[in-house]
């Protein structure tokens, strides 16, 4: 399973930007999937996450500026990330987790996309 995300950049204080993550590959399902992202110096953290059935669950931090969605028939996650904050710069890891087959699981992640909050 395969996962290409894009849609990452510079963008200003108060911005918005959309990311994108694409999962490709031979699967039977994608239970969970997810934006994570890590800053200089600091460890990887959780985002925002979506279930196959559209339940959600964000960051502290970001609730209420970034909205997790997927469409299952493309198997593609989005990230949309409004009233955007220098504290938001990071590489962004998009993250899939299901099943290859029914006895077998996957957990998989994607390149990263760099966002930079700056003026």
């Known amino acids: 399973v395969q996962l290409q995300a894009s849609g990452g950049g510079l963008v200003r204080p108060g911005g918005s930007l959309r990311l994108s993550c694409a999962a490709s590959g031979r699967f039977y399902s994608i239970n969970l999937m997810g934006w994570y992202r890590q800053a200089p110096g600091a460890q990887r953290e959780s985002v925002a996450i979506i279930t196959r059935d559209g339940i959600t669950n964000y960051a502290d931090s970001v609730k209420g500026r970034f909205t997790v969605s997927r469409d299952n028939a493309k198997n593609t996650v989005y990230l949309q990330m409004n009233s955007l904050k220098t504290e938001d710069t990071a590489v962004y890891y998009c993250?899939?987790?299901?099943?290859?087959?029914?006895?077998?699981?996957?957990?998989?992640w994607g390149q990263g996309t760099l966002v930079t909050v700056s003026s």
């Open positions: 993250n899939a987790r299901g099943l290859k087959s029914v006895i077998s699981e996957f957990d998989n």
